[in-house]
């Protein structure tokens, strides 16, 4: 089997947020299918779902990136594993990725999450462009890019200059393979927990809340999309759930007269996708792909997402299960969302879905790519 390095150099274990399981998944696929070795930041907890071997090669302080010592526990943990393929999460340690490639001449793979350059332009950080100019030097010498998006993947190789067999398409995905079959079993249980009566349309919003784009979102469903929802004779109820919601918001407890809920961090959030009969996704801003559409999407539950928000999804996978809406056009949205809560029966999450997402699959894929 091929014995693969992964480096990540901030704490994911346990997964919390998207972007963890945007790690998490791949490791646990790639593991399925190779040898794999992880190097990462010593406050990482241990999983039984990697199967790999984990190495506390990083401290957790903010020098770690430019500690020159990482560079010597990496190359004795090639040297003693036989490392064959470097893989590195994010292009930031690519200073020590591209010694030790030169040094053991071995291929490199480089997981954009994110076209990163564009998502600190886009927060307004003044030094972008040294950014750019870092991750372009990073992606030209990687053997091969994976993207979580064809739009970034575009980016990638126009912008920067790739050619189209070295930018691969690894989208984040789903461990499903089918729609679920216990979504009325669910959708019993979160009634029953939240005192709803069963025939009450559960619309969800979940999300890391202390994060700019997605506390701006649950702003538009307070502000502008509930009072809409108001005036018409629907029997709904929105879920929140999430953790981090400032102090100032109070729980929510405000909004409780309102149809609006606030569960919190829950343990088992597939549970509340899977009982949801409808996911609202007013995301504007963040980039990227936003997981917890994969997710709602994957979990059979209907969608309505503006254009930015669903970044990454597209209509020949998603089928009507996803609503696409212009950004800001909150008119529409409100329209949409009417409409789906209206119609008597939810539509199924296309097979194609779970073909294109689905993360087996995918990295199996890869692997095979990596062999030849």
């Known amino acids: ?6 480096i990540v150099t901030y704490t994911y274990l346990p997964p919390k947020s998207g972007g963890h399981y945007g790690i998490f998944y791949p490791q646990k696929y790639l593991a399925r299918h190779s040898r794999l070795f992880i190097a990462g930041v010593q406050n990482n907890a241990t999983s039984d779902e990697i199967k790999a071997t984990l190495f506390p090669v990083f401290s957790n302080h903010p020098l ?55 998502r ?31 739009e970034e993947r575009t980016i990638i190789r126009n912008d920067i200059g790739l050619l189209n067999e070295t930018v691969i398409d690894l989208p984040y995905g789903t461990e499903l393979t089918e729609a679920p079959t216990d979504k009325t079993a669910c959708k019993k249980m979160v009634c029953e927990k939240h005192g709803l009566s069963y025939d009450t349309k559960l619309v969800l919003f979940n999300g890391s809340l202390s994060y700019g784009p997605n506390r701006n979102a649950l702003d ?9 929802l108001l005036k018409q004779p629907l029997n709904y109820c929105i879920l929140i759930c999430g ?7 109070n729980n929510l407890i405000a909004y409780k007269n309102q149809r609006v809920l606030f569960a919190g961090f829950v343990d088992d959030v597939s549970i509340y996708f899977k009982a ?14 936003k997981t917890k559409l994969v997710e709602a999407l994957a979990f059979s539950t209907q969608t309505v997402s503006t254009t930015d928000g ?17 950004d800001h056009d909150w008119p529409e949205f409100i329209q949409q969302t009417i409409a789906c809560l209206q119609a008597e029966h939810s539509p199924i999450t296309p097979k194609a ?9 995918n990295m199996k894929s890869l692997v095979e790519r990596l062999k030849k």
């Open 276 to 289: 949801a009969d409808l996911f609202l996704n007013p995301v504007i801003g963040g980039g990227g792909i």
């Open 243 to 249: 953790n981090k919601l400032p102090p100032e918001y």
């Open 64 to 118: 770690r990136y430019a500690n020159p010592m990482n560079y010597f526990k990496l190359a004795a943990i090639i040297r003693k594993e036989n490392i064959q393929v470097l893989y590195l999460d994010h292009p930031y340690l690519f200073w020590m990725a591209w010694l030790l490639c030169k040094r053991f001449k071995l291929p490199l793979v480089i997981r954009s999450h994110n076209v990163e350059y564009l």
């Open 120 to 150: 600190f332009k886009n927060l307004g950080k003044w030094w972008w462009p040294l950014l750019k100019w870092y991750e372009t030097k990073a992606h030209r010498f990687a053997t091969w890019v994976t993207c979580v998006t064809q």
């Open 310 to 326: 669903a970044t990454g999804l597209y209509p020949n996978y998603t089928g009507s299960m996803l609503r696409i809406v212009p």
């Open 1 to 6: 089997m091929l014995n693969i390095l992964s």
């Open 220 to 228: 538009t469903i307070l502000e502008i999309i509930n009072p809409e």
């Open 353 to 361: 879905f779970y073909e294109y997402y689905n993360w087996d699959r």
